[in-house]
């Protein structure tokens, strides 16, 4: 597709179950951005991959969060015991670095996620 | 580090009048500076960006900023707004040596007809 294409759009469940989240960037991307979305928290950055790099973890909040990226595109956030605190908007983004800070980068729709 | 501030939580306008949405910033070093808007229940669109250069950005839908160095400023504005402008709208930045974005709070606009 044309944009980044994340899912599933929305999920709602239990606390305690385990979830994951993925997220297909644009073809062509080799940055892949997470953020959240919460009420009161603005916009979180999560993680960072770029290429064959080693990701920037540094905005993971917990242990419970993981994420990793297949050969280079496709992405899957885990999310282990949810917590009802985990229920937000995951947003995914990617770019294509070129011009270096100066580049744009494009998000997905994102996936809601409530925890009950 | 790197900081955006939304000095206005919420925005109202009414249409055909002037929209403004403010934002200023806090970076080391030459500022990258970019809006969004983001639609009831959707992702963050793209609207536009400052690198280098006029001072005058244009995006999409009509939407310009103008780039402040001496206010560290990045505002948004569009001339005469539309209902259908109603969002909320994110100011970005990103200093020379980074690659992660840092969001402002958003300002939530809302354009009565």
């Known amino acids: ?116 | 580090a790197q900081s955006v501030a939304q000095p206005e939580d919420q925005v109202n306008v009414a249409e055909g009048n002037p929209l403004t949405v403010k934002c200023t910033y806090s970076v080391s070093g030459n500022p990258y500076l970019f809006w969004y808007v983001q639609y009831p229940n959707r992702g963050l669109q793209f609207l536009l960006k400052y690198i280098t250069g006029d001072n005058l950005v244009k995006g999409s839908y009509g939407f310009e900023a103008e780039f402040n160095k001496s206010q560290t400023s990045f505002h948004l504005k569009k001339p005469s707004a539309l209902v259908s402008d109603s969002a909320l709208y994110f100011c970005a930045v990103r200093g020379l040596s980074d690659y992660k974005l840092s969001f402002g709070a958003g300002t939530t606009v809302t354009v009565r007809a």
């Open chain 1, 1 to 116: 597709g044309a944009g980044v294409s994340q899912s599933p759009s929305n999920k709602v469940t239990e606390k305690g179950k385990d979830v994951e989240l993925r997220c297909d960037p644009i073809s062509g991307h080799t940055a892949l951005y997470w953020y959240r979305q919460s009420l009161g928290q603005g916009l979180e950055f999560l993680i960072y991959f770029q290429g064959n790099s080693a990701p920037d973890k540094s905005g993971l909040p917990s242990d419970r969060f993981s994420a990793e990226r297949t050969g280079g595109s496709v992405s899957t956030l885990t999310i282990q015991r949810t917590q009802q605190e985990d229920s937000a908007v995951y947003l995914c983004a990617s770019s294509t670095p070129g011009t270096g800070p100066g580049d744009t980068i494009y998000f997905g729709e994102g996936s809601w996620l409530t925890v009950v």
